[in-house]
């Protein structure tokens, strides 16, 4: 049987997991269902393209990390 304490990071692994699986659908469901004039760029769609990269290349560092200080905990 695990320990109490591994179990609790386990899960919060996990749930820390689907939060950040959730915020990448949405962001990928923004960038496919809102029109280009809609975030008031006039840049195309390489603009709407580029912002979807920014969440991508922001959250999943955020995800690495969070993770490793919680298998070093």
């Not at 749930?15 to 915020?23: D, E, K, P, S």
Request: aromatic share 8%; charged share 10%; glycine share 6%.
């Amino acid at each position: 049987m695990a320990d109490p304490v591994t179990r609790s990071i386990d899960a919060l692994q996990r749930l820390y997991t689907i939060v950040i699986g959730l915020a990448l659908t949405e962001a990928v469901r923004g960038f496919l269902a809102t029109p280009i004039s809609a975030l008031g760029i006039s840049q195309g769609p390489s603009a709407s393209l580029g912002l979807l990269l920014i969440m991508i290349f922001t959250v999943v560092p955020f995800y690495h990390v969070s993770n490793n200080y919680l298998e070093a905990t």
